[in-house]
T-cell receptor, first 110, second 112 residues
């Protein structure tokens, strides 16, 4: 099975940086995903990591350490529109299902 | 390009009434399809998934059932809704490997 942990809430100021951590304990691993979900909407894909290291995509970056069962999503130059829930999800080996963490609600304040 | 349609967007149903939510995918064949539920302030819970027509796997015992009558159609049903069935229901398909899921727009179900 999969056990995925991430903080419940984070608050940051517009223009700042926020780092959302995700730790996982799984019976196997075949990739980690980050999704953004605005209130009342469906999740949308942000990033994917399958190898160790940092993946950068504009203001968002995601890091993975498979040996530590750890990932983080880094949001830079925060904007008000970044206020949302961020979901960490893990796919097991040969598994076409994703297991999700409970999500981290990020509130950006002016 | 692939698109996923889910309807209705909002539904208010009395306890004990039936339910039918429909999801269709366009632009792909033999997709893996999924139904998730998200209770208020909670994470996504996988309810059912399907790898082909008539093939349904249930993840948790509940008051719901799923069917896949056609390759790109996935239906979530209940014969008698419970208050605890309220939530945000999301259909998804497994897209290209590096993107994981693509979600439908979701159905907000309130059982009263």
């Amino acid at each position: 099975g999969q056990n995925i942990d991430q903080p419940t809430e984070m608050t940051a100021t517009e223009g700042a940086i926020v780092q959302i951590n995700c730790t996982y304990q799984t019976s196997g691993f075949n990739g980690l995903f980050w999704y953004q979900q605005h209130a009342g909407e469906a999740p949308t894909f942000l990033s994917y990591n399958v190898l160790d290291g940092l993946e950068e995509k504009g203001r968002f970056s995601s890091f993975l350490s498979r040996s530590k069962g750890y990932s983080y999503l880094l949001l830079k130059e925060l904007q008000m529109k970044d206020s949302a829930s961020y979901l960490c999800a893990v796919r097991g080996p040969g598994d076409y299902k994703l297991s999700f963490g409970a999500g981290t609600t990020v509130t950006v304040r002016a | 390009s692939q698109t996923i349609h889910q309807w209705p967007a909002t539904l208010v149903q009395p306890v004990g009434s039936p339910l039918s939510l429909e999801c269709t995918v366009e632009g792909t064949s033999n997709p893996n399809l999924y139904w998730y539920r998200q209770a208020a302030g909670r994470g996504l819970q996988l309810l059912f998934y399907s790898v082909g027509i008539g093939q349904i796997s249930s993840e948790v015992p509940q008051n719901l059932s799923a069917s896949r009558p056609q390759d790109r159609q996935f239906i979530l049903s209940s014969k008698k809704l419970l208050l605890s069935d309220s939530g945000f229901y999301l259909c998804a398909w497994m897209g290209q490997g590096v993107r994981g899921y693509t979600f439908g727009s979701g159905t907000r179900l309130t059982v009263v």
